[in-house]
């Protein structure tokens, strides 16, 4: 426990927190309404280019059935978050990464452990990891539980 002569300072910063799998659902429905085609269970496998190199569409596999599709479109955006290296990857095989992945676990713990409203940040423990504690307003009074990665 940490006494008030060993604290050396604190620091309060603003995050931004969202319930990623409910603002991915809500996006492709809007799409959908707005007369997209909205495919789950597939993976990009390449890319599709005119003469001039402009990428025109990708190649999917269906992840169900093992099927490959052609799909052509206007634009295509490589917006797949931290597999985006993969993508550029399929464009130019020398692509250097973006994106650096971490891992962790998360736990849930009840609000009463830190103040309200507001995050604790370890940024940096014993053994080199960064540990924050955010709130999450749908489960500021849940018993601790680990959450799947």
């Known amino acids: 426990m940490m006494t008030p002569k060993d604290l050396k300072g604190a620091v ?3 995050d931004g927190q969202m319930n990623d799998s409910r603002m991915a659902v809500s996006l492709a ?3 959908a309404t707005k007369g997209a085609v909205v495919l789950n269970h597939t993976s990009v496998i390449d890319l599709i280019k005119d003469t001039t190199g402009h990428i025109t569409g990708v190649t999917v596999r269906d992840n169900l059935t093992g099927e ?3 799909v052509h479109s206007k634009v295509v955006i490589n ?3 931290p597999f985006v290296d993969a993508i550029c990857k399929l ?3 020398n692509h250097r990464n973006l994106i650096i992945p971490a891992q962790g676990t998360h736990v ?5 452990y ?3 409203n507001m995050g604790l940040i370890v940024p ?3 053994d080199g990891r960064v540990v924050f504690m955010l709130p999450l307003g749908w489960a500021t009074q849940s018993p601790v539980q680990p959450m799947n990665k």
């Open 12 to 14: 309060v910063y603003y």
């Open 29 to 31: 429905v809007t799409a």
């Open 68 to 70: 490959t599709y052609h």
């Open 79 to 81: 917006a797949c978050g």
């Open 91 to 93: 464009d130019d095989p």
């Open 108 to 112: 849930i713990l009840p609000n009463f």
């Open 114 to 116: 830190s103040p309200a």
């Open 124 to 126: 940096k423990t014993k």
